[in-house]
């Protein structure tokens, strides 16, 4: 299965260091920019559909779209020899919540394995965010791809998890130097913190 899997992992952003060691042990691991030409976290959705694109005109069987900030545990191994159309490993947002939940259905494209039969049958665009009449956007890629696959037949599932890189805000607790305190920028109130 390994072997007739595509990894592309996006390069707009820094890729961590573990995950690009990860990338040399695999058959078949290229960046990004090696499949597309287009580089914008802004527009991650073009970024995709062109890597999908790309894909298609390539003689591999599954493609596994890994996000720069991801950090593989042993459940992106499992992903990888899962035999399922539409798969993916959940992860921790900068929100502090499981992205996209750990249901099955709606998946997060982060670390998310498609099928070529499965990118063949469903209906293009397949990655595109959605905007309100005002511009702000209230449906990522990931939604709008998930129900995609559904509409063609196609379940989401969760495949394990997997690490995120991300942001976090850690501070000493009292004086004792071994206790921290780790929180999400998004769960920190400063107009409730005390001074150490």
Known sequence: MKERTAIVVSDSTKVNPVLLRWMKEQPNAFLASEWCSFKGRDLRAVELNMIATAFLE?????????????????DIDKLLIADYDVAGCAFVGKDSRTTHGT???IIS???MK??????????????????????TRYRCECVHF????????????QIGVVGHCIPMIVLPVGKDEKQIAVKFPSQWDLSKETKL
């Not at 039969?117 to 009449?133: Q, V």
């Not at 998930?146 to 599932?157: N, S, T, Y």
Request: aromatic share 12%.
């Open 146 to 157: 998930c129900e995609k696959a559904l509409a063609a037949g196609f379940h989401p599932l």
């Open 114 to 135: 498609i099928s070529r039969r499965a990118l063949e049958k469903i209906e293009r665009p397949w990655f595109k965010f959605e905007l309100t009449h005002g511009g």
């Open 103 to 105: 249901a099955d259905g």
């Open 109 to 111: 494209v982060g670390c």
């Open 58 to 74: 390539t003689d591999f069987e599954w493609l596994l779209l890994v996000d720069a900030d991801i950090y593989p545990t042993a």
